[in-house]
Each structure stands twice: as C-alpha cells, then as structure tokens.
C-alpha cells in the first residue's frame, strides 16, 4: 500500500544542481509503503542508492539498495523492492511489512555526474497502528442438540465472553441481594421465635405457679378438715366424763 505523502519540500543550497527534498510518508504495521524517488533521464540514466539515515556529502549511509541505472546490483533484503521502472528514472523503493523499527529517515542518492550535482532525498516513514474496525457478529447454527433436542448460536467469541461475564456480574449481585433477602428473613423469623419463646415461657410459668397455689389451697384444706375431724372424736370422751361424774353426785345424793 502506497504511503499518504504529508509533507513535500524542496530546498535549493549553495551547491551548483544540488537537490534537495524530504518527505514524508505514513504506513501501517504490517502493511507497505513506496517512498517516492524519481530522477529526469533527458542526459542518461544513472547509478544510485538507498540508505537508511540522512543523506552524507557522499554515497548512502546504511545501504540498503544500490543500482547502476538499469537494474538493482545489491540489495540488503526482499523487504526493500524496486517496483518501477528503473530505466526511466523511477527508483522508488517499496518497504513491504512494516514494524515500528522501520520508522525512521531514509535517503534516495541518485548520482549525477559532475561536481555537486548528486540529487538527494531525504524522506521520513512514520508507522502507525490500523486502526480496528469492529467486527460484526456473525451468527452460524450448529446441530442440534440429541440429549435436549436444542439448537445453540455461535457468535462472535469476545462479545459473547463480554456477555456472559455481564451476565456472571449481573447473577453475582442478584445472588447477593438473594443472599442478604434470606438472612433478613431468617433473622426476622429468629426474631418472632425469640419472642413466641419467651411467651410460651412466661405462659408456662403461670400455669405452674397457678398449679402450685391451687394445690396449696388443697392441701391447706385437707389439713383443717383433719384437725377439726381430730377435735370432733375428743368431744364424745370429756362428755361421758361428764356423765358419770353426774351419776356419782346423784348416788351420793340418794346414800
């Protein structure tokens, strides 16, 4: 994929035919980007280079291609490509699967003959992440289940893990709030059973004591109704006593 051209210049120095431009250039990782170097042929073609760096007074620092004007005489690997036309002045060089290390500056060397008269290009590649599209989920129907006679869906797997640990979240708090609703429950019913426990107690206690003053009363009963039994056999004894004490006045009497 040929790279976005964001910045073009063009400076002329001192030097008699000394051309200079940089460049600019933006390319995503793992894809490509042709960094554009073209020279006029009206006087010939020509050899030339690319480096990696700014271009020195002289040659290509870090070489990385080299040609003699009508084909490549070295290259340092397939990852650099002269895709053009090289006999028609066209020596730009295609960098195919890019990284962040490819990001740097790189010198296009076209060695013109005479005195200061090489053109040179510096030229910038800037790598960028792709941005990533999300992906629509794409639903297919598998077969169907034998033991339940079920049909399952299977979607897109980061959605449906974001899905389920929603789902696994949301089944977590509702098993809480479930959780909390059975111990108020429960501490409720322990609370009303508190409370029927100590009135079953009391009422026991009641019973108990009624139990006991009614059968006090009884007792208390039988034993007066013993003692006034007891006074009532001494009485027929003291008036026999009586009677006979009568009888002996009255014999007395008749002597």
Known sequence: MKGTCVVFCFSLLLAKGLLVSCEDFNGPVG??????????????????CWGRGKCPRSRCNNQIIETDGSSVTWRQSEKYQLLGNIKQGNVSMTISNLSKKDEDTYCCRVEIPGLFNDERHDIFVRVHEEPKSPKPATTTRSQSSI??????????????????????????????EQITDVEEEEEATLDGDNVNSIIYGVVVLIILLVSMMILFSIWKFQKMKNKNKSRNTELPGLEGLDATQTQAEQNIYTL
Not at 31 to 48: A, D, E, F, P, R
Not at 151 to 171: C, L, P, V, W
């Open 31 to 48: 894809g490509s980007v042709t960094l554009q170097c073209i020279y006029s042929i009206k006087h010939g073609t020509t050899s030339m």
């Open 147 to 176: 033991t339940h006679g079920i049909n399952y869906e299977h979607t897109d797997y980061r959605k449906t893990t974001r899905t389920q640990f929603s789902a696994m979240i949301s089944g977590t708090s509702n098993r809480k």
